[in-house]
């Protein structure tokens, strides 16, 4: 296990010299804009999530699947990718993720409506089931760590094809027990693929604590398994998961093989809309655990390091308020799914044998 | 007598049962301190342990494949999955193993456990929270399916599948959790697996249906009765054994038959009683065997407008019943 090789110092402590800390960043690579993109991304995600819950509980869209407190993780992580040409095979948490790889608020809510021109499904999929194949995310699917292998097998085809892409998935601690992780691990080992696969470990899978799921404290501790390193970083420690991200992803390219990245985050909300988390979390627990949110860890850093005056905050707050509020605006407005186009797509081309059955299917429409 | 909701009667009896038996254990995905995603199992854990009531890892291969291992020593598991559209990672264990237990070893190891979970749409839940599964279990020998529509049924057949010798599949609707009620007595009844319902008595036309279908099938029937069509309903309860002879006596008598399932229509469960009325009562029949059946297209789509257009409901039964009365 290769736990501390990448962690470049406790950068997420609040009250740490800015001035070091900005010189850790730059020497991570991470340029003043960097920064400043990461914070954006991070503050998007989380005001786009925000806004799924206040049109569930208003009654607008039926469902949410959250990413708050996972935001610190997956800007870092990403931003260690091209956006375009790397791959990322998210799950129903990744809003961040899907963000910082091209998807648009727009996108995003067309999704949380079941819009026709959802770019994900068409309206098909529950909302945050991400996807956009033109950007190289694949389609999130509700049976969890489905895409692992499937991500290892784009991985495989960019090694045989010598694209130079790079894949990168992830899922939560819970769905890293799935066969199919194990499967996929050692396939990506044996073979040095282009892959990183990324745990979000948040504590719980729905209501099983992580001591319920898992025996050990770290699922990176079975990265040795497979002999690959397994690091772990913190989702308040910004920097830190880029640049073990940055380190894996240069592995990936240099075909040195796969890395597996454990972050260590918080889940903020309930499991979904559907869930209630008092019955099994302590009020306690859930208020210490907002204590761990990435926003203002990293919002704080910036502050200290000079990264982010009062005025370019308070300009960046409203330009994401502003696109949440068209997006908004603009998903609401689009069209449903027509019922024409309910059946097309099960295959490539029409199949006489597939059409509904002549004697008729009760709609009145035969 | 207790009117009681559908996930009542499952949360009741099954801590009836495991007061009953104590090598009956309860595990799953979240089946503990929440009480299951839906809270079938809401205070077992509080009653029994967290020994006998287990909250899993998200593997579910390693809860039927332990499940079956905990049966031949001894316990009785009734292993929950979350969700019937996750059931496929245990498919390998639930078709090559548990099926086949009994017979590779020429009966000298039985699998009594029962795996439960909920089914079918209806719920916005789409592609993936919304599957009908039981055409890919009833195709395989040595697992029973059980599919209840009441909360009297639910309870019956629960007690019957979890004394049952051999693995039993009980599919729930999850759409009927919370939505049906009905008198359930505190007796210890059964009801028998292998055993069709009548639900209502008719002449006419025969609708067979099972589950939620079951409710929209009498619903549909309750309606075209005031066209004066004459329908009997049978509510099949138990899919795998079949009750053959409920089902082939009522066609003898009405002449016509319509099967009504949610899953998708091509190799559907519906089919299986098509054939079996077609080859059976032929003589019998004044109408093609007929089936009103869920689209063909690969799961429950999310938006409302989609989900409505996949969803069999009482006017599309209706309607199937209307046009083969004038057949
Ligand atoms: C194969 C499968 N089984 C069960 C579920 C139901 N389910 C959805 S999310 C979830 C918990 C996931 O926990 P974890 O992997 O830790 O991710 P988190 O939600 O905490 O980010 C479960 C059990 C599912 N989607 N897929
Ligand atoms: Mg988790």
Redesign the pocket.
Known sequence: MDVSANQPGDLAAPGEPGARWLGVAASAGLTRDDLLGLYRVMALGRALDERMWILNRSGRVAFV?SGQG?EGAQAGITWALRPGEDWLAP???SITAVLRMGLTPREILLGSYARADDPSSGGRQMPNHYGHIGRKILSVS?????QVLHAVGIALAAKLRGTGEVVVTS??????N?GDVHEALNFAAIHRLPFVYVV???G???S?PSAR?LPVDDVAARAAAFGIPGVIVRGTDVVGCYVAAREAVRRARAGEGPTLIEAKVE?LTA?SSDDQQTRYRSEEEIAAHRALDPLPAFRGQLRAAGVLTAEAEAAMAAEIGEAVEDATRFAEAAADPTLESASSWVFAEDWPGERPPAWGDGTGRD | MAVRTFIEAIRTTLAQEMRRDPSIIVLG??VGLKGG?FLATDGLQAEFGEARVIDTP?T?SMIVGVSIGAAINGLRPVAEI??A??IF?AFNQIQSQAARMRYRTNNAVGLPMVIRTPYGGGVHGAL?HSQSVEAFFTHIPGIKVVVPSTPLDARGLLRSAIRDPDPVLFLEHKKLYRSVRGEVPDTDYVTPLGSAAITRAGTQVTVIAYGLMAHHALEAAARVAEEGISVEVIDLRTLRPLDTETVLNSVRKTGKCLIAYEDNRFGGYGAEIAALVAEEVFDYLDAPVTRIAGPDVPGVPYSHVLEDWFMVNPDKIAAGIRKLAAY
């Open positions: 699947i996972h799950y129903y948490r509700s049976p969890v760590a489905s899922t939560g601690e819970g769905s890293s799935q979000e470990n948040n719980y899978a729905i099983v799921e889940r499991h | 995905e979240d995603v998200l579910e979350q969700f559209d996750f990672p993936y």
